[in-house]
Nanobody
Framework: EVQLVESGGSLVQAGGSLRLSCAATGFTFPDYGIGWFRQAPGKEREGVSCMGISDGNIYSADSVKGRFTISSDNAKNTVYLQMSRVTPEDTGVYYC?????????????????WGQGTLVTVST
């Protein structure tokens, strides 16, 4: 059974930094694409950043390029999202996602599993 457990969400001031973690179990890490979505209050979920573990391809939303960095520790089956220079528009629930065919062609399709989410709140 695939399980994704996010952590690291908290209240942070605008301009600050935060690191989210996602511990994954139940699948072989290098065989899947993994990444992050978010959902702001009153808005639809949107893709944030992802990486194709097998080829290392990274795809990020324009809104976070240059500010957020996705990385992974394959030995720990953990993926991270380093968030910097956050703004109130980054507020939302952040979800860790994984899929066998996810993030292979710079699209947000192919998600097979979702974590429960971790809340990030950016204050002014």
């Amino acid at each position: 059974e695939v399980q994704l457990v996010e952590s690291g969400g908290s209240l942070v001031q605008a301009g600050g930094s935060l690191r989210l973690s996602c511990a994954a179990t139940g699948f072989t890490f290098p065989d899947y694409g993994i990444g992050w979505f978010r959902q702001a209050p009153g808005k639809e979920r949107e893709g944030v950043s992802c990486m194709g573990i097998s080829d290392g391809n990274i795809y990020s939303a324009d809104s976070v390029k240059g500010r957020f960095t996705i990385s992974s520790d394959n030995a720990k089956n953990t993926v991270y999202l380093q968030m910097s220079r956050v703004t109130p528009e980054d507020t939302g629930v952040y979800y860790c996602v994984v899929g066998r065919w996810f993030c292979l062609s710079n699209t947000w399709t192919g998600v097979d599993y979702w974590g429960q989410g971790t809340l990030v709140t950016v204050s002014t």
